[in-house]
């Protein structure tokens, strides 16, 4: 099982990106899929989380209505999209997923990890 995170870069605040997390191994439509990011110095912390069924999606509340997590079956991949950058989203982001069932938002709950991917919001 591997997980593949990629997209990471360096933008301008207010800008967009969008990371990729795809996967080899498992099928993301069995699968909880979530993002989490960590900064230099700090402890890991959620992002976000996609449920199973594809539709149900969980933000932390720093992110809520600037990040979208989304999936294509067809590609075996989740997205993370993030618009409105700020300086303090900077950090390496990681995808990982779980045959829970469940919205975890604790790192803990999470079998598979990607490798990560440093996003750095600048002017």
């Known amino acids: 099982v591997q997980l593949q995170a990629s997209g990471g870069g360096l933008v301008q605040p207010g800008g967009s990106l969008r990371l990729s997390c795809a996967a080899t191994g498992l099928t993301f439509s069995s699968k909880t899929v979530a993002w989490f990011r960590q900064a230099s110095g700090k402890e890991r912390e959620f992002v976000g989380v996609?449920?199973?069924?594809?539709?149900?999606?969980v933000y932390a509340d720093a992110v809520k209505g600037r990040f979208t997590i989304s999936r294509d079956d067809a590609k075996n991949t989740v997205y993370l999209q993030m618009n409105s950058l700020k300086p303090g989203d900077t950090a390496v982001y990681f995808c990982a997923a779980t045959y829970r069932n469940s919205a975890m938002r604790t790192p803990s709950g999470y079998e598979n990890w990607g490798q990560g991917t440093l996003v750095t919001v600048s002017s």
């Open positions: 996609l449920s199973q069924n594809g539709i149900t999606t």
